[in-house]
């Protein structure tokens, strides 16, 4: 069982770059989430989503896109990418009557 | 503003001895919390949780309190062990919505063999 898989793990990208980070569950849950992890700040929401083709801003979404477009995968855009979002990226997920949240293993990501 | 506050940066204690952690919280609305533990390239993982109609939940080596009054709630881990050396993260939300979590910034437990 897989649970919660983030691909990519690591990535180095240069200022004005875009990408998108993949997050895919097997669990069937309704919610997922992306947070970013920085150092002394814990963990943080930057957007949710709570079904198939919605999705909602967190407390930290400047700079960032989702899309949900199927039930197990959440994507994580940066159009141009700075170096303030440097930082350890998480997804996770969570069925939608029970409120615990699985977590995958993380993107690190570096913008120079 | 941080809601959730974890004023210890760093614990350690020797293998056998009682570990606590301390979490505090600000927004009356949080009805539910829980504890993550995270070890070094790996992601957060589920640990235990209490609603707030408890005053206590216990799993085990693991037991944590809650003091709704006080806005505190704390992690006992007895006796610790080498392996339960890693950072936690406590978190709350409400049990309204999307099950949004709001984090503390962690506390590293080192035990000490």
């Known amino acids: 069982n897989a649970g919660v898989t983030q691909t990519p793990k690591f990535r180095v990208l240069k200022t004005g770059q875009s990408m998108t980070l993949l997050c895919a569950q097997d669990m069937n849950h309704e919610y997922m989430y992306w947070y970013r992890q920085d150092p002394g700040m814990g963990l943080r929401l930057i957007h949710y989503s709570v079904g198939e083709g919605t999705t909602a801003k967190g407390e930290v979404p400047d700079g960032y896109n989702v899309s949900r477009l199927k039930k197990q995968n959440f994507l994580l855009g940066l159009e141009s990418a700075a170096p303030s979002q440097t930082s350890v990226y998480f997804c996770a997920s969570s069925p939608r009557a029970k409120n615990i949240q699985y977590f995958g293993a993380g993107t690190r990501l570096s913008v120079l | 503003d941080q809601q959730v506050k974890q004023n210890s940066p760093s614990l350690s204690v020797q293998e056998g001895r009682i570990s606590i952690l301390n979490c505090d919280y600000t927004n009356s609305m949080f009805d539910y919390f829980l504890w993550y533990k995270k070890y070094p390239a790996e992601g957060p993982t589920f640990l235990i949780s209490?609603?707030?109609?408890?005053d206590k939940n216990e799993d085990g080596r693991f037991t944590v309190f809650l003091n709704k009054s006080a806005k505190h709630l704390s992690l006992h881990i007895v006796p610790s062990q080498p392996g339960d050396s890693a950072v936690y993260f406590c978190a709350a939300s409400s049990q309204t919505g999307a099950n949004n979590l709001f984090f503390g910034t962690g506390t590293r437990l080192t035990v000490i063999p």
């Open positions: 209490i609603s707030s109609i408890k």
